[in-house]
């Protein structure tokens, strides 16, 4: 079932997430949506804040990437209790994001280029590993989700301001995108 997708200024956004059960209810099904849902809406990643539930849940996909990254072919994958444990900031890097939940907006943010993650996968098999390149990117931008965090929260003072506008019409319920969403107003 396709799902909307809660956009900038809904309280869920910006609520800490819960780790979740291993018996949480109908885990698999929500899984299967939110994919759905994240298909549906051109996304490479989509967090369980995003369509209004705080917990710590996410669904990434970089098979669209393939042709830039063979190395994702076929990679889709969902995080149950994911958490970053440590940084590696001896590199960084600054590219441009986007996000399902501020449609219309896209600036540069600068994000190291490893980590070391602990999470859950679909069959609750525990999982600690570095990830580095693009995933780490998507993983800590999605992770952020449930850390009450979006991506304008990581902009310069200066591009914050020269978005306010953007911000503020998303606050307005004013949003112009494919998928269907949850606004403010």
Not at 112 to 133: C, F, K, M, N, S
């Amino acid at each position: 079932m396709i799902l909307p997708i809660y956009t900038y200024g809904m309280p869920v956004l910006r609520k800490q997430a819960r780790d979740i059960s291993l018996d949480y209810p109908d885990l698999k099904q929500l899984i299967s949506d939110m994919f759905e849902t994240m298909y549906h809406s051109d996304g490479v990643g989509l967090a369980a804040p995003q369509i209004g539930k705080d917990i710590r849940v996410v669904v990434i996909t970089l098979d669209p990437l393939k042709d830039d990254y063979p190395e994702y072919a076929g990679f889709n994958r969902a995080y149950i209790n994911p958490h970053i444990v440590e940084y590696d900031n001896s590199e960084t890097k600054v590219m441009d994001e986007g996000c399902l939940s501020l449609p219309g907006i896209h600036e540069p943010v600068r994000r190291p280029t490893r980590i070391r993650v602990t999470w859950l996968d679909e069959d609750l098999v525990a999982h600690d590993e570095w990830v580095d390149g693009y995933l780490a990117r998507v993983m800590q931008h999605e992770f952020d989700h449930l850390d009450g965090k979006v991506f304008t929260d990581r902009l310069s003072p200066l591009r914050k301001q020269m978005i306010r506008g953007k911000l503020s019409s998303l606050l307005k319920g004013k949003v112009h995108c494919s998928y269907k969403v949850k606004t403010p107003q």
